[in-house]
């Protein structure tokens, strides 16, 4: 069985985005949950949720990638992109086979779903959708492709 040090880490959560934050938090004895800000509640008998406050994805990624990432994938993505800068990783294009990410969700991309059944079959619109919605609402967003931003490969055997 091989070692593995874990030098670099990442946080995306409902106390923050970036591990200091998260962790100033957590020490103070925070709490992620708040009246939910996302979207309009007012017909939901729940009225709280756990949303990373104060995201704007603007801020870490282009237009053309947003439109690729659903929100959970964006979150994994910035918590992998801090802990390689926390580790001091930088991968060349030889190394980056070496490198992998892996990520757990029961629910991602409900976002992407939703807004493709909304295009689909509500809102008056014409029956058509992103080529990339189905692709995107994935559990697994980029484990198919290359992630250009932390240059890393899927497990997927190759072609």
Not at 115 to 125: C, D, I, T
Request: glycine share 10%; net charge positive.
């Amino acid at each position: 069985m091989r070692r593995v040090a874990v030098t670099g880490l990442g946080a995306v959560s409902a106390l923050g985005v970036g591990v200091a934050v998260f962790w100033d938090r957590v020490v103070a004895g925070a709490s992620g949950v708040r009246r939910i800000t996302n979207f309009d509640a007012a017909g939901f008998v729940a009225q709280v949720a756990a949303e990373v406050p104060g995201y704007t994805p603007a801020q870490y990624f282009t237009d053309a990638e947003q439109s690729l990432l659903d929100r959970f994938a964006q979150f994994a993505v910035i918590a992998a992109g801090e802990a390689c800068a926390q580790a001091g990783l930088t991968l060349t294009d030889a190394e980056c086979d070496r490198a992998g990410v892996t990520i757990g969700s029961a629910m991602g991309g409900a976002v992407t779903q939703d807004q493709g059944y909304k295009a689909l079959y509500g809102e008056g619109r014409p029956r058509r959708t992103s080529a990339c919605a189905t692709a995107c609402a994935a559990r697994r967003c980029r484990s198919a492709r290359r992630a250009p931003r932390l240059r890393t490969q899927s497990a997927r055997p190759p072609r």
